[in-house]
């Protein structure tokens, strides 16, 4: 059966009201189903935006970060602006220097553009991964909108919502077929609750330097599982995934907050888990096994590249004009060391160099996947897509 492709439409959408099973609950509204999927989301305008705001930093090669003589400091004072992490040059990053207000209204725009898509449509209607894809791109939409909205913000942790009493995790910032939700609501009582793979959990870009990276591209139902995958390989063989200090092993606490949805059978079943993607030299630190494994500390501080920093020297406050709409990231500079000089901090210099290096030598595996592409055949009218102007199908269950 031909599969259409809901455009994300901007109006205020009418809201289905929940069936009365699901009012003392009303994740359970969320269950994955369905009955005879007959739609998908073109979430493309998304990627276009993620591929120009995404700086990939390239596989980790374990070298710590330790801390430079040319890190700026506060003048006067010993107190350093920015990350001390040995996991401070890991990891993707969102370039939110460069964002100015159209920028952070185009974000919102998909964020509740995706809202209102959802709303209109019964959630049955999406295949599993379908709505799979729809939570971890309004997942990880709502928190790099917010962050923009805040930045420079040293920790996304500390941000907190006018209007409520929460902050950014716990407070109710969107709303699907009539259940406010917060972001913790989806990681743990509809993603976490209802997706049997612990895969589901690399999806989830919560905006600090110690969590899984953002990829450069938006989910889709039909690249899903794949896409959890890579990021899985890249996060598990990184020090934030799987460190080794002073000959001991330490896991993120990412894995720690999952433990009662995915790894009941503790540790034996995380390490099965990690096993799965680990390369050689992690497949090293795993072999110490520990009967109760202990968690690094994790890295709080934003993932841009300024590594959380927010007090910049008095000659870097010059970052780039960004324009949205037609032409979104044609003005976006080019983030490498020779771009970033007068612009950006020398921790972001020395991020980028850090990044380019790995990627320069990088080597690996070709993976080949067999992927379903749309049907040439569907009309414009069948073509359902997700334009703030204007999630495909491999099981992550």
Do not use: C
């Not at 910049?312 to 490498?336: E, I, T």
């Amino acid at each position: 059966m031909m599969t259409r492709i809901l455009p994300l439409l901007l109006v205020i959408s009418a809201f289905f009201s929940l069936p009365a099973s699901a009012q003392d609950d009303p994740f359970a509204a969320f269950a994955p189903y369905a009955s005879e999927p007959q739609y998908s989301i073109d979430h493309k305008p998304w990627t276009e935006f993620l591929k120009r705001a995404v700086y990939v930093a390239g596989r980790s090669d374990r070298t710590p970060g330790r801390r430079s003589n040319n890190q700026f400091r506060v003048s006067g004072t010993r107190l350093s602006t920015t990350s001390n992490s040995r996991y401070r040059f890991e990891g993707n990053r969102v370039m939110f220097h460069s964002f100015n207000d159209e920028v952070e209204d185009y974000v919102g725009l998909y964020r509740q553009g995706l809202q209102d898509t959802m709303n209109r449509v019964d959630y049955g209607a999406f295949s599993r991964n379908e709505q799979l894809a729809f939570w971890l791109n309004l997942y990880n939409a709502v928190v790099i909108h917010e962050i923009a909205k805040a930045h420079p913000v040293s920790r996304p942790s500390r941000i907190r919502i006018r209007d409520q009493k929460g902050g950014l995790y716990d407070a109710k910032l969107v709303e699907v077929h009539g259940v406010k939700l917060s972001l913790n609501d989806i990681r743990y009582n509809i993603l976490y609750r209802y997706w049997r793979s612990p895969s589901v959990l690399y999806g989830l870009w919560d905006g600090a330097i110690g969590g899984p990276g953002i990829l450069p591209e938006a989910y889709e139902g039909g690249a899903v599982t794949a896409q959890l995958q890579l990021n899985a390989r890249e996060f598990v063989n990184s020090m934030r995934g799987v460190d080794r200090i002073r000959d001991e092993m330490r896991i993120s606490k990412v894995y720690v907050d999952a433990r009662p949805y995915y790894f009941q059978n503790w540790p034996s079943d995380l390490y099965a888990h990690l096993s799965r993607y680990a390369d050689w030299k992690t497949a090293e630190i795993l072999a110490l096994s520990p009967e109760k494994p202990r968690a690094s500390r994790y890295a709080a501080n934003t993932a841009d590249v300024e590594s959380g920093e927010t007090v910049r020297a008095p000659s870097n406050d010059n970052p780039a004009s960004v324009a949205a709409g037609n032409d979104l990231g044609s003005k976006w500079s080019k983030l490498s060391s020779e771009a970033m000089r007068g612009g950006l901090s020398t921790e972001a210099a020395e991020f980028a160099r850090k990044s380019e290096a790995r990627l320069s030598r990088r080597t690996g595996s070709v993976y080949i996947l067999d992927v379903v592409t749309d049907d040439a055949d569907a009309s414009a009218a069948e073509r359902l897509s997700v334009e703030p102007d204007a999630p495909e199908e491999e099981d992550a269950q």
